[in-house]
């Protein structure tokens, strides 16, 4: 595989997972609310998540998903439960910090299940296989699969930073808990994407 390639790779896997999505949000809120180490859990489970995703869409999933609709149906309308689950909880948020960090963080499996369940992870995995690999070819999806997740996971926690610098240096509750409200207001417009495509 020519560099070149390896290249046009890594750009695509960059602005496919740097770009403002659900799993991206959630990065943002949980560095707003809770500390970077637990924000990187959720990132590392987002990141495994998706690249599991992206193995199985290659290896044909994205396809029996077409031939059986009943099934992208189901996993649509999942999406759309668990992401305005998850705008609930940001809108619950009101702001205070304290700190015995009561409020339970986003975990591991929900992370890894978000994935599985955001528009956004399909679209870039079926896209990205579509223009960078050539058929069944198992090795080049490895390779694909390789090089994305160390970028996944370092935008995903880009993402859980940017959130701590805004807890710390914006640390009032008020701007906190509107910074939350906005994002489970970005978050319940794309559950509005989900039912409209």
């Known amino acids: 595989m020519s560099l070149s390639i390896i290249l046009s790779m890594s750009t695509f896997a960059l602005a496919a997972s740097i770009s403002p999505g659900p799993v991206n949000l959630v990065c943002l809120s ?16 987002a990141t ?22 009943t099934l992208n149906i189901l996993l649509r309308w999942g999406g759309v439960i668990f992401l305005l689950y998850l705008s609930f909880k940001l809108a619950a948020f009101d702001g205070q910090l304290p700190e015995n960090q ?40 490895l390779i694909f ?33 509107t910074i939350n409200r906005t994002l489970a207001i970005l978050l319940v417009g794309s559950c509005f994407y989900l039912v409209t495509e």
Request: charge should be positive; charged fraction near 10%.
């Open 30 to 45: 949980s560095g707003t609310r809770h500390s970077i180490y637990k924000g990187m859990v959720f990132v590392t489970g």
């Open 48 to 69: 495994l998540g998706f690249i599991t995703l992206f193995i199985a869409i290659g290896l044909g999933l994205y396809t029996a998903l077409e031939m059986i609709p």
């Open 102 to 141: 009561s409020d339970k963080a986003p975990s591991f499996i929900t992370g890894a299940m978000m994935q599985w369940l955001n528009p956004k992870a399909w679209l870039a995995s079926a896209s990205g296989i579509g223009a960078y690999t050539s058929g069944n070819d198992m090795q080049q999806l």
């Open 145 to 177: 699969s390789a090089i994305y997740l160390p970028i996944c996971w370092l935008s995903l926690g880009s993402w859980v930073y940017a959130g701590a610098f805004l807890r710390r240096y914006i640390n009032q509750p008020s701007i906190l808990k």
